[in-house]
């Protein structure tokens, strides 16, 4: 029997290929930012509360969304930082300190971070300090997850798709196509693992 899935930020890059794996025999619901039906504002914990009291549970939440800060360190001001904490960081930690109570006995949530998290790149002072934030995270909320519930984080390489946008930063990296990347995601949710960060570099 198919498994009743929150894809948070389901329209973005990695969101899609997501999707057309996980659609087959699933109940998917899609919501991001900009979704027409289930409208969520990740860096608004009233936005997510709301999401989830229309809801009801699910058996799986995926988080594959979250703004960052790419720049020069010695240009970079307090309130371009916080950009990545606030949002991807804190709004990702947030999805799943609210979620954990809609989420079904035995159910999973799947974060996201990036490959930036262990393999520094130029102007990623914010990328990597969020993504090994995000990273630790899971591995401590492991251990405190009730119910047989589960929560790990993917963290991709820079994706095929999104080479137009990020390949200047991530030059001399191998590319990864979106649909091997939305296998980790399938993977989190099946399998027995927790506390596990699935590298797909």
Do not use: C
Request: neutral net charge; aromatic residues 6%.
């Amino acid at each position: 029997m198919g498994k009743k899935i929150l894809i948070v930020g389901a329209s973005g890059t990695v969101g899609q290929a997501v999707v057309r794996e996980l659609s087959s025999g699933n109940n998917l619901i899609e919501a991001g930012r900009s979704h027409h039906e289930n409208k969520v504002d990740i860096t608004d914990s009233k936005s997510i509360q709301s999401l989830f009291l229309r809801l009801g549970k699910v058996d799986a939440i995926v988080s594959v969304t979250g703004q960052l800060h790419f720049g020069p360190l010695n240009e970079m001001t307090s309130e371009q930082f916080q950009i990545g904490l606030r949002n991807k960081l804190l709004g990702q930690v947030d999805l799943a300190l609210i979620g954990q109570h809609y989420l079904t006995d035995g159910g999973s949530i799947t974060l996201t971070s990036g490959i930036v998290s262990e393999e520094p790149v130029r102007f990623g002072v914010n990328a990597t300090t969020v993504n090994a934030a995000l990273e630790g995270f899971v591995r401590s909320a492991a251990f405190e997850m009730t119910h047989g519930q589960r929560i790990n984080v993917v963290s991709p390489s820079v994706l095929q798709e999104s080479l137009g946008t990020f390949g200047p930063y991530f030059r001399g990296f191998e590319a990864v196509p979106g649909s091997r990347v939305a296998l980790a995601y399938l993977r989190s949710i099946e399998s027995v693992q927790t506390g596990k960060v699935f590298r797909v570099w």
